[in-house]
């Protein structure tokens, strides 16, 4: 699989729904892991990495069925892949309903639509 197609999927499965500055959010995350020496440097290696991204290990098969989300989240990827990045810093985010342990250990970026970001600026993952 390429590193657009990752980068699509990953984009549908978890900004279904959000603005365009949301997906470029999140597309910047993942972005910024390849960038990052304490995290995998392909685009795949880093959405399949464990316990990473929801959408890999909820079960469920990945299946784009909405076309229309679907060609937005490959503009999406390739725009980010062009170089048309937000620019943030972050290495990690999480949907503002949840509030997970490790938030406290990082720098808070910012809320972008229903994401909450973060940057690691610690020596580890």
Known sequence: MTG??????????????????GKLAV???ILNRVEDP?????ICDVIKEDSQFSFMFDGK??????PVAAKEARQVALDALNGQRLGITSTH???VEIHPAWASAFS?????????FYTNETKHK
């Open 4 to 21: 657009l197609m990752c980068l699509t999927l990953a984009l549908y499965f978890e900004t279904r729904g959000e603005s365009v500055d």
């Open 27 to 29: 597309a910047d995350v």
């Open 38 to 42: 304490r995290y995998p440097d392909t």
């Open 61 to 66: 098969p990945e299946h784009m069925n909405d």
């Open 93 to 95: 985010y999480h949907t």
């Open 108 to 116: 808070l970026d910012g809320i972008v639509g229903n994401h909450v």
